[in-house]
């Protein structure tokens, strides 16, 4: 007879068995930085394609002690990083906070927080498909094989032909990175702009992939280069004006509809940085201090 | 085996179960040497080729290559990666239909640079000088470059496969019926340039075809391969003109006929 | 002023209020009970335990409740559910020669040992609304007792062809150099995998995925030539070994369907022709899914049995990779999750490349 009781899950949802073997795939995986560990993911009960990687990845990691941080699209607040910090909340009882100095344990879906990461902090990606070389070749059989020859030519004869039809690399996120010299990696659907943060950073980087059941890591202080041309190098986004809350003009800017008649104005895409920002006196052209001012002098 | 040959086949049995492609084969390729492989169609010859050129692992035999650096290495004693980088590298191979070897998805430029992106070229403006110089060694228009190859004729098809395989400066050039399912007037065509390419290049190059025309044309000695083995072999004039074997003088007159 | 886009947490607490009240619907219409899904929607359930991998007909009908009878829906609760369960360990083999029949049906041949039994099938009903249905209270017509009981022993059809040596051995996979059978709920699905894998697969694939599949064999790619050896739908005993006990005890009986189809013949000169094997089997009444999945089985063993592989059902990555509603449904309804970010990036690009393109046309018509 089936129990319809809720019953009491184990802390961090998953059970002690299942962490031990995600764990043992991020140690192969913090081993050998850039390769794939194919791991045996388990159903979760969010959807695949949601997180579930991620969340497998830091349900294996975490501790009563951690401090967690979820963020989608860089903000806090967006639905599915509310989702899933609940769900944490909910297994695992541990302190979560919006502040990414203060985390731990940082789980992200599309952003590397604008803030830069120390040591001891683990930065978790949510991935949903993992292999770098899949659109250029379908077969797992033949890409697994590619990584282990180390045969990459396929990858850039992509970004010769972006180049040639578009004048210029028309990769803008999931943008191809290179990990200390050998494995070519996706960095998931990240934009291009978060590359750099890869970069020799003093943070560990955990990579999760729950449909398609690959882990993989970037150990902290580990070269990332992303792939470019000598004459045509590598470049990250930059918009025309700064964030119209708090006056950045160094973060990954969201664009914003107003209205119907062509109004937009471009905000930080990390909430916490910018609203931090504005706690700290940063003001751009639609903070409320600006408005008041404009609305003071036109009264 | 012959000290300064490139390549030597000794012994080569490939099995396909109990039935046997091809048996005991053995012959050295020289440096700058094209070496005709003539038969009917289940002879042998194509996979005699496969064989030699490290993509069938033979029942038994051995085929060893000189390299660059003057070592002679077993094919099928090295480790796929080393064999798979010479494939790509010093090696070529052209199939008879192009599409096999070409990316029919990406632009012929693309095509002619995969080898070189491969091999770590890392300049775009190079890599598409390098496309274009093929281009034009293979007299197909430079304002062609960005095109895909599903835009070329069967014509163009093959000779962007050949700019393809010989951009990375290969020693040699594995040919299995370059110039089959052509039509007359563009096979002429492509014999005239793959001759000029050979000689000017100073290829090495094994070809197989059932065209005695073409072997004629392009190399200088032919093996003569029937039921899976080697018949008769010597210069190419020779075999065609003086053939001894009867089944060579059958081949030969059959083609008188026509 | 504007202010950043806030109260996703209160949001999504409103939808899961909104989507009770929905799933009860009209309050004033009685409550649907779990007895009623289990006894009235049987289908219902055996799909939900077939795909949902766990044989548990309350479970079932809980999920197929709450998920408003969306059946993925209802997979994907009982999916997420039996991840958590403890694993004692694996069952011994269910014997299906075994099965307390309900149905058997062989199209091979007319009468055999055990004969045909139709049993409770939708086959030969005509497709008419039956608007009695539609006046509820009325009583059921009671299907009569049979005059004799269903043979003891009921010999396997397939096993019949193969006494004579007309079919092939059935063959375990090719991934038998263990006596260990693959299990792709803890083991990662790799390729290429043997046929114990792909029939777990499979058995847990999404019902008009292997449908479309076993269809598109009939209609020639990669077709087989199959005919129903044997339809077998029944219970089964289930043994377990307990370590301690090293002896097998029955721990329950479930609810199956099978089906084992006879193929296109194989043969050479040396080897004289045989009927070669595919095989399907589900928890439940799922009789479709086991028959397509017969088909699939057959078509996916091409590079076995050594032929040409030229359609998508022959592809083992292919099936395989895409046959997981729960893993499909995730990935293509994550499509309407944010991707602000990653439209900003490609929105930025296009308007700089437009800007681009317009900048050179304007330059080489003042050229001119």
């Not at chain 1, 990332?224 to 990250?236: A, C, G, N, Q």
């Not at chain 2, 029919?104 to 190079?126: Q, T």
């Not at chain 2, 293979?138 to 304002?143: A, F, L, P, R």
């Not at chain 3, 490349?353 to 050229?367: K, S, V």
Request: with cysteine.
């Amino acid at each position: 007879m089936s129990n319809f009781e809720n019953t009491a899950y184990n802390f961090a949802y998953l059970d002690e068995q299942t962490k031990r073997m995600i764990r043992r795939a991020l140690l192969k995986a913090v081993a050998i930085p850039g390769y794939q560990v194919p791991f045996a993911s388990r159903e979760m009960p969010m959807p695949y394609g949601w997180g579930t990687g991620g969340i497998q990845v830091t349900a294996a990691v975490i501790g009563p002690e951690d401090v967690l941080k979820v963020i989608d699209q860089g903000s806090d607040d967006t639905t599915n990083a509310v989702s899933i910090r609940n769900f944490f909340q909910k297994t695992t009882n541990v302190e979560t906070t919006e502040e990414t100095a203060k985390a731990s344990l940082i789980q992200t879906r599309h952003r590397i927080p604008e803030t830069p990461l120390t040591d001891g902090q683990i930065l978790v990606y949510q991935v949903p498909i993992p292999e770098p070389l899949r659109f250029l070749e379908p077969r797992e059989t033949e890409t697994r094989k590619m990584h282990a020859l180390e045969e990459y030519g396929l990858m850039h004869v992509k970004l010769y032909e972006d180049i040639s039809r578009h004048g210029d690399i028309a990769t803008t996120y999931a943008y191809p990175v290179n990990v200390a010299g050998r494995y070519v990696m996706d960095p998931s659907p990240t934009p291009k702009f978060d590359n750099p943060k890869m970069n020799n950073m003093p943070a560990l980087q955990l990579f999760g992939a729950g449909r398609e059941k690959r882990i993989y890591a970037i150990p902290p202080y580990t070269e990332v280069v992303s792939l470019d041309f000598e004459d045509y190098p590598f470049t990250i986004q930059k918009w025309e004006e700064p964030c119209a809350l708090c006056g950045e003009t160094e973060s990954f800017l969201d664009e914003v509809i107003l209205d119907d008649a062509g109004g937009r104005m471009f905000v930080c895409s990390d909430s916490h940085y910018c609203k931090s920002r504005q706690e700290q006196g940063h003001s751009g052209s639609q903070s409320p201090d600006a408005e008041k001012a404009s609305r003071e002098v036109a009264e | 085996m012959a000290m300064n040959s490139l390549l030597s086949v000794e012994n080569l049995t490939v099995k396909y179960g109990d039935r046997v492609g091809c048996r005991n084969v053995g012959f050295d390729l020289f440096p700058g040497e094209v070496l005709g492989v003539v038969g009917e169609s289940g002879s042998g010859k194509s996979t005699l080729l496969n064989a030699v050129s490290g993509q069938l692992p033979p029942h038994s035999g051995r085929v060893s290559y000189k390299t660059r650096l003057n070592d002679r290495c077993d094919i099928y004693g090295m480790t796929e990666p080393e064999r798979r980088f010479l494939m790509r590298t010093d090696w070529a191979f052209v199939h008879q239909n192009p599409r096999d070897g070409l990316r029919m998805s990406v632009s012929a430029g693309a095509n002619i640079g995969e080898r070189l992106m491969g091999v770590g070229w890392r300049h775009y403006g190079e890599i598409r000088e390098a496309g274009l110089n093929w281009l034009e060694k293979v007299e197909i228009d430079d304002d062609r470059v960005d095109d895909l190859p599903s835009t070329f004729s069967g014509g163009m098809l093959q000779r962007l496969q050949i700019a393809r395989n010989l951009v990375s400066k290969p020693r040699l050039v594995f040919m299995d019926e370059p110039t089959g399912g052509l039509d007359v007037s563009v096979q002429a065509r492509l014999l005239d340039l793959l001759r000029g390419l050979v000689s000017d290049l100073g290829l090495s190059v094994m070809i197989v075809t059932h065209d005695l025309a073409v072997a004629r044309l392009l190399s200088h000695r032919l093996m003569v391969m029937q039921g899976g083995q080697v018949v008769e072999s010597g210069l190419t004039d020779q075999v065609l003109d003086d053939p001894q074997h009867p089944y060579s003088q059958l081949l030969v007159s059959s083609i008188l006929q026509v | 002023m504007y202010v950043a886009v806030k109260g996703g947490e209160k949001a999504i607490e409103n939808a899961h209020r909104y989507l009770a009240e929905e799933r009860r619907g009209d309050p004033a219409i009685e409550e649907l009970s779990l007895k009623q899904i289990t006894e009235q929607l049987s289908h219902a359930v055996s799909r939900v335990m077939a795909e949902g991998s766990l044989f548990d007909r309350e479970l079932a009908a809980l999920a197929i409740k709450q998920a408003r009878g969306d059946l993925i829906e209802a997979i994907f609760l009982i999916r997420a559910y039996r991840t958590t369960l403890p694993r004692f360990g694996y069952s011994a083999p269910i014997n299906t020669a075994d099965m307390a029949l309900d149905r058997r049906v062989s199209a091979t041949f007319k009468d055999l040992p055990g004969g045909q039994i139709l049993g409770p099938t939708f086959d030969y009903t005509h497709r008419l609304l039956d608007f009695a249905l539609a006046a509820e209270g009325l009583e059921a017509e009671q299907a009569k007792e049979a005059e004799e009981a269903v043979d003891e022993d009921v010999p396997r059809v397939l096993e019949l062809l193969n006494k004579e040596g007309l079919i092939e051995a059935a063959v375990p996979g090719e991934s038998d150099e263990s006596s260990s059978v693959g299990d792709l709920t803890r083991e990662p699905l790799e390729f290429p995998a043997g046929r114990d894998v792909r029939l777990q697969n499979l058995a847990r694939g999404d019902e008009g995925f292997i449908l479309s599949l076993g269809y598109s064999t009939q209609r020639g790619y990669a077709r087989n030539h199959a005919f129903v050896g044997e339809i077998r739908i029944g219970h089964v005993a289930v043994e377990f070994v307990p370590e301690e006990l090293g002896f097998a005890i029955e721990i329950g009986d479930i609810l199956v369907s099978e089906c084992e189809t006879v193929n296109q013949f194989q043969g050479s000169k040396k080897v004289p022709a045989q009927f070669t094997r595919g095989y399907g089997l589900a928890f439940g009444h799922c009789e479709r899914k086991v028959i397509a999945m017969a088909l699939v089985d057959r078509a996916l063993r091409a590079d076995e049995l050594g032929e040409e592989k030229s359609a998508p059902v022959q592809d083992e990555e292919f099936v395989l990779s895409h046959s997981d509603n729960i893993q499909a449904t995730g990935f293509v309804e994550h499509i309407k999750l944010p991707h602000y970010v990653d439209f900003q990036s490609e929105l930025e690009l296009v308007r700089r490349l437009r800007a681009n393109a317009l900048r050179t046309q304007t330059t080489l018509e003042a050229a001119e």
